[in-house]
């Protein structure tokens, strides 16, 4: 790495840890930061911290559903280390079944009695190992999903087939869920499986990767498809409605998605057409590369932070086509699947496709992008990483008895204090590192990070991508505010690669770290490649 760093600035570090030992008086500082909480900005929806769990390898069967005669210990055959970890976290939704398995899948196969539901074809067939196979056995469907929704606490969001399916079909799965008891016989069919009470579903995906897996349509051909879905859907609550989005990861940003789209819904005479969420979808792709989840370099780890921030980008330029369309912006981002997404070759077994080993890299990416999704509050309604539990950006890791939370569990957990917080400017003084890219140097932010107010409390969330450099960091509130005391926790470790094993679940970990205040000013040293969130009291 090319330290942009001026030298005088790492003495002023070095000074900086010695009042973390001692009492001397707060030293200068590397960065400088400037909060202000007198003028709070947009809420963070909690949704931006929500999850996505697809029919695909071990993410439902083995991930969460263990099965009801499973001597791991479960709720009514759901895995109950992952429903409690899930609870701590404050999992705000869960998206579900899919993923491309959502145009392929047929909601009357997924209820009924246990032993009398089909084994039915499965999308993710074609990725299996030579001789294994994913045939769907439907186990798990609508109820046991609400069931593990209601034990989580986490608000539903469901995926409907538009690939595969017909309106008429998504229409009945509105129904079946929403009803009122005692109204259509759809209602008394959810009684009869063993919930009177509807399930008061609002988010509805109507379809995924329409222009993929979802029914290879163009932008133009999926807004006809979208009119006719909803024209007719049953109305018992407002439902949420979320269009297929672009493929983010695209080398153009998939700019002609949105352009098609929302272009197909112009000049349509009609009942008003509403589009509530526009499903964005952004991989860190490093698929068709040489680059691994567990063995990396410098460069490797400098690459995916480096690609990972640029969704920014990606969302500014969509935002931008659609307020063309849509001036006041009544339509607002779902983020519904993002995450790094390495080639094979570290899966947790043959059958877990696209699991792949998570590290503390994974962990820095994703709260450089939960800061992103803060700055731009906004205009994201909801975000889901892909996927929760043995898969691509996971959270978790779960073979039969073995379980382990991943370094990116950590992320979560350290910046759940943003959700339902008002974001609130942030400034950062800081200059940019020079870092070592595949193709040649690029540019990363010294620190990235966010904001956000609650009450009497601010979150301040912060990265260090640096290999080598920890920075001293002096948070100041303006607007005439004090502080009353500052608690920290950071997330690091000496290996850039470290992860979490199911031998070694506890290898990477939160710690607390000293952020002594004074007056208006917090200050903390952020060490090398970690992130740290700090929590101030305002007097
Ligand atoms: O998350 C894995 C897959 O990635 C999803 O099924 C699909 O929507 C996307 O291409």
């Known amino acids: 790495m090319i330290p942009d760093r001026r030298g005088f600035l790492k003495s002023a570090a070095a000074a900086g840890m010695a009042t973390f030992a001692g009492l001397r008086p707060l030293a200068a500082a590397d960065a400088e930061i400037e909060i202000d909480p007198s003028q709070p900005g947009p809420p963070i929806n909690p949704h931006l911290y929500g999850h996505f769990i697809e029919h695909l390898g071990g993410v439902v069967y083995d991930g969460i559903w263990v099965g009801r005669d499973s001597k791991i210990p479960n ?25 491309c398995f959502a145009d392929a899948y047929h909601w009357r196969d997924g209820i009924g009695a246990a032993g009398k539901r089909p084994r039915t074809y499965h999308y993710w067939e074609h990725r299996m190992p030579q001789g294994r196979h994913a045939v769907e056995g439907n186990e798990f469907g609508t109820h046991e999903f609400m069931r593990l929704c209601r034990l989580v606490g986490a608000e539903p969001y469901l995926a409907a087939n538009v690939g595969s399916g017909t309106p008429q079909e998504f229409h009945e799965w509105v129904s079946y869920c929403n009803a009122p008891p005692g109204t259509l016989s759809l209602a008394e069919e959810r009684a009869r499986n063993g919930d009177r009470e509807p399930f008061n579903v609002k988010y509805w995906g109507v379809g995924n990767e329409s222009w993929g897996c ?31 989005g672009p493929r983010g990861h695209s080398p153009d940003g998939d700019v002609g998605w949105t352009e098609g789209f929302f272009g197909g819904l112009q000049g349509v005479r009609g009942l008003g057409v509403r589009v509530d969420g526009f499903a964005l979808h952004y991989y860190t792709d490093f698929r068709q590369t040489a680059e691994d989840g567990a063995r990396f370099e410098a460069k490797g780890w400098y690459a995916v932070l480096h690609k990972g921030v640029h969704i920014e980008d990606v969302i500014n330029d969509h935002w931008r086509i659609m307020g063309k369309h849509d001036p006041q912006h009544r339509t607002r981002f779902v983020i519904d699947e993002w995450g790094n997404w390495y080639r094979g070759g570290t899966e947790l077994g043959p059958e877990y496709i696209l699991s792949q080993t998570i590290t503390l890299r994974d962990a820095l990416h994703a709260a450089m992008t939960f800061d992103v999704f803060n700055r731009h509050a906004e205009k994201i309604e909801m975000a889901n990483v892909a996927q929760t539990i043995n898969c691509l950006h996971s959270l978790f890791a779960a073979v039969g008895d073995k379980y382990t939370r991943t370094p990116a569990y950590y992320t979560f957990e350290m910046y759940r204090p943003h959700m339902a917080g008002r974001r609130v400017p942030m400034k950062i003084d800081l200059p940019d590192l020079t870092v070592p890219l595949p193709d040649g140097p690029g540019r990363l932010p010294g620190l990235s990070g966010s904001a956000s107010v609650r ?58 770290l000293a952020a002594p205040v004074s007056g208006d000013t917090a200050t903390v040293t952020i060490p090398k490649q970690a992130v740290v969130a700090v929590s101030l009291q305002l007097v």
Not at 79 to 97: C, E, H, T
Not at 219 to 233: M, S
Not at 483 to 501: G, Q, S, Y
């Open 455 to 512: 009450d009497r409390s601010l979150t301040v969330t912060l990265t260090n991508p640096s290999l080598q450099d920890r920075v001293v960091t002096r948070i100041r509130v303006s607007g005439g505010g004090r502080l009353r005391e500052a608690r920290a926790t950071v997330l690091t470790h000496e290996d850039m690669r470290a992860t979490n094993t199911f031998e070694r679940p506890d290898e990477v970990g939160l710690a607390a």
């Open 214 to 244: 979802g029914g290879n349509m163009t932008g133009g051909e999926y807004a006809t498809e979208y009119r006719k879905y909803i024209a007719q859907v049953p109305v018992y609550l407002r439902p949420f409605f979320v269009a297929t």
């Open 75 to 99: 709720l009514d055959g759901l895995r109950k280390q992952f429903v409690d970890d899930m609870k701590r976290i404050g999992a705000p939704n869960l998206r579900w079944p899919g993923g």
